[in-house]
């Protein structure tokens, strides 16, 4: 048996959490694999609602091991106190797993982000202000603090040394602020480490057992594949691979060992900072979206951007990982609509392009060639049988099929956990 890789197919925020959630029903080990706290999955069960930033949204299945991946940049105060709210909520943390290989996320990973996004000014990419980009620089520069240096004082105490001087040659010379303080971090350090004890583990070791075994495991992805370091909007992307290769490079695990990989999108577009967003509504469509869907960032409360589906990108996402399937969520956001329409090309210099062009400013220049589906007007929120549908809303959901070149598994028409309708089998 091999594993499922649920990924992002936009921009981020398409609802795995609530997909990932009622997958873990059935798994033995849910992976989270790429991203940082920088990324958030709402989930809303039958223990209340949650916002996860970094735990597994599998933690609610006292059956699921809970792993977070090698290719996570981890900010250990944040999964702290992530592990503490959920434990007063009478959620059992003891199943959350932390490779020894995960990058940490640290205060000066922090404050150079903010620095950073300050200088640039107008500029700014638009980050989340969490450290992780400057903590998967660190990692690429060899200069990176990793979960298991932990467990070594002596050992973490030369490499945090070596990485605040640097650190602080930035802060100070680069950008006139006050260098942070070896012994304050190192303090931190040791408590996290004393918390997390018994936690931290050579996880792909556990994960490639699994397999091994035959046992259900699930990969978790954060953020979208629009947002790839190298397949998104460059360089308004994040710093890692939301994507199918990021799935077993940041589990430890080959790529022969993943069977399915199912791509979520949005009935629709949306984005949350900085970037080219060809379909982008503002109008008082964009504004019945946003506020009916409530699409405010789980991680910032940022209202996101709103627009049509666009399909050259999402035939761009399809390619680069192989989708064996496709669920949609968010359909009855729309269900209010007259009109809906979708993105199904673009308008370059006078020709017409199917996929997102790699150059920032050539994508500047693409006009969204849209064609109008009619909407449904009818609630969809307590449909569980494709067939019973409103006709409108199938053909718009075969039409986004058509477009991104992948079959449709299952509708998500409501935020609850089975508020859900199954097309065809996925897993």
Same mark, same amino acid.
């Given at each position: 048996m091999g594993a499922t890789a649920v990924i992002g197919a936009q921009w981020g925020d398409e609802g795995k959490g609530k997909v990932i959630d009622?997958?873990?029903?059935?798994a033995d080990l849910v992976v989270r694999y790429s991203g940082g706290n920088n990324a958030g999955h709402t989930v809303i069960n039958h223990l209340g609602e949650f916002r996860l930033h970094l735990v597994p949204a599998g933690i609610f299945n006292e059956q699921t091991t809970c792993v977070i991946g090698n290719g996570v940049a981890v900010d250990p105060e944040v999964l702290i106190g992530e592990m503490d709210q959920l434990e007063a909520s009478g959620i059992d943390t003891t199943r959350l797993m932390v490779s020894d290989r995960a990058h940490l996320v640290l205060p000066f990973h922090?404050?150079?982000?903010?620095?950073?996004?300050?200088?640039l000014a107008e500029h700014a990419i638009g980050t989340t202000l969490r450290g992780i980009g400057p903590a998967f620089s660190e990692k690429t520069a060899r200069r990176g603090i990793r979960a298991g240096d932990l467990a070594d004082r002596e050992a973490l105490l030369k490499k945090l040394e070596a990485a605040l001087t640097?650190?602080?040659?930035?802060?100070?010379?680069?950008?006139?602020?006050?260098?942070l303080q070896l012994d304050e971090i190192f303090a931190k350090c040791m408590t996290w480490g004393d918390r997390l004890s018994g936690r931290i583990q050579q996880t792909e070791l556990m994960i490639n057992e699994a397999l091994h075994e035959g046992r259900e495991v699930l990969l978790e992805g954060a953020q979208g594949t629009l947002l790839d370091l190298d397949f998104g909007t460059y360089p308004f992307v994040t710093s890692s691979h939301p994507g199918a290769s990021g799935a077993y490079q940041g589990a430890g695990i080959g790529p022969v060992r993943i069977e399915r990989i199912v791509g979520i999108f949005k009935a629709y577009c949306t984005r949350v900072g900085e970037g080219p967003f060809p379909t982008e509504l503002h109008t008082s469509e964009g504004d019945h979206i946003r506020e009916f869907g409530h699409e405010y960032g789980v991680t910032t409360g940022r209202p996101r951007r709103i627009g049509w589906f666009d399909a050259p990108m999402a035939r761009l996402s399809n390619?680069?990982?192989?989708?064996?399937?496709?669920?949609?969520? #968010? +359909?009855?956001? *729309?269900?209010?609509m007259e009109t809906?329409?979708?993105?199904? &090309?673009? $308008?370059? !210099?006078?020709?017409?392009?199917?996929?997102?062009?790699?150059?920032?400013t050539v994508l500047l220049r693409c006009e969204p060639i849209l064609e109008q589906l009619e909407g449904w007007q009818q609630s969809t929120n307590d449909f569980r049988h494709f067939q019973d549908l409103p006709d409108n809303a199938r053909t718009?959901?075969? #039409? +986004?099929?058509? *477009?991104?070149?992948?079959?449709?598994?299952?509708?998500?028409? &409501?935020? $609850?956990? !089975?508020?859900?309708?199954i097309v065809r089998a996925a897993l």
């Open positions: 009622l997958l873990a029903e059935r922090r404050l150079l982000d903010r620095l950073e996004e300050e200088r640097y650190a602080n040659l930035l802060i100070t010379r680069v950008y006139g602020h006050d260098p390619l680069v990982n192989g989708y064996t399937s496709v669920i949609l969520t #968010r +359909l009855d956001v *729309l269900d209010q809906i329409s979708v993105c199904t &090309g673009y $308008r370059l !210099d006078g020709e017409v392009v199917e996929y997102p062009p790699s150059g920032m718009y959901v075969h #039409r +986004l099929e058509e *477009l991104i070149g992948a079959p449709v598994s299952m509708l998500s028409v &409501g935020p $609850r956990r !089975d508020e859900n309708i």
